[in-house]
């Protein structure tokens, strides 16, 4: 949002754990066990519940991430789909109890935006639930899951080149032995190209921390590409070294969320005024960013340009979805430790221009 800053938004640029403060009271992931990738986590529980167990389907929410849902379809024939509505925010979520009747069944849920609290069936002969956190790391919902088992992929929300970790949370009878590794590495190539694209996402970050140019930036957008289009076809579990683990783990205990809510809570206070403005908002509960839901393309390309002619650059969660439901569209605009009250007073001056002479913008 600096305007004297190329490439604002998206990847984390490199920072120091240092200068990101401590949280006194996350100890929610005590049984837990850190991987390169969510994929991987994801994978790693299917696995493993496979082997006491001949897993019948595995339920995926009907909007999710595209490139995950590609990648389990990939490895996975017995994958189903299910209705779920990411845009309606209640205190909790009830599904259709038919869903969990088959304990043979995996169901993944997704903790839509950190504000999804959901209600399970207390039926000990229930399917295993799995709940993704990756957009909701440290969300009320995440530290007090009462799913099975959760997984998160750590890099959405820790300034890590990779990283995601599964963990048993409190409560929950499910047995996992961390040490099985599920995995033939024999090959040295395959841990090479992960170690790879470790480092080329570590040299994009680290060229954003000094980006000032339209040159730096292609040159770093070139190298986390590389990196991404390599994971999207990539279907083993590699193990995480330990210089990567010693890495992940040095920012795993820092307090992301506080960051999070005193910039949305500010924000908030100002924006929600603006006419035609959709912000997802649970009072208590911090989103993943500032969530804006909209019901048409149009209007999600209109204010996307507008930002990026303003050097903001928003995500869009997720593009490729199909969704009987009011909203349809999502643009996630980051607000996390990156950003000061300056930063944000200058998203809001853009955003409050958007949408004071909305309907010029044609």
Known sequence: MNKEIVGYGSFFHKIEETQIKESSSITFFQDHKLFYTGRHAIKFIIETINKTKDVETIWLPKYYCQHVTAWIK??????????????????????????FQNPNDIVLLNNFWGIFNYDLPNNPTRAIVLEDHSHGWLSNSCINSSADICITSLRKTLPVPLGAMAWIP???SLKINWEDTLTNISEKTTQTFIV????????????K???????????????????????HNQYEIIPVTIEHSEYINAYLTKDFQSYKTEN???????????KDLDILWQDGNTTFGLNIPFERRTDFDRLKSHLIENKIYPSELWPGNSV?????Y???????????????DYLIETLSHFFRFKNELV
């Open 170 to 172: 409190e409560g929950s």
């Open 330 to 344: 999502l643009m996630n605009i980051h607000v996390d430790f990156r950003y000061n009250k300056t930063d944000l």
């Open 74 to 99: 990939h490895n996975y024939n017995n994958v189903g789909f299910y209705d779920i509505d990411p845009f309606e925010i209640n205190d909790i979520v009830q599904l259709d109890p038919s869903l």
């Open 196 to 207: 790879n694209a470790w480092d080329s996402i570590d040299k994009a970050m680290e060229l």
């Open 264 to 274: 949305l809570n500010y924000l908030h206070s100002i924006i929600s005024t603006f």
């Open 209 to 231: 921390s000094n980006c000032s140019t339209e040159e730096n930036k292609q040159e770093y957008l070139e190298l986390y590409s590389f990196a991404e289009n390599y994971l």
């Open 324 to 328: 009987d439901t009011k909203f349809k």
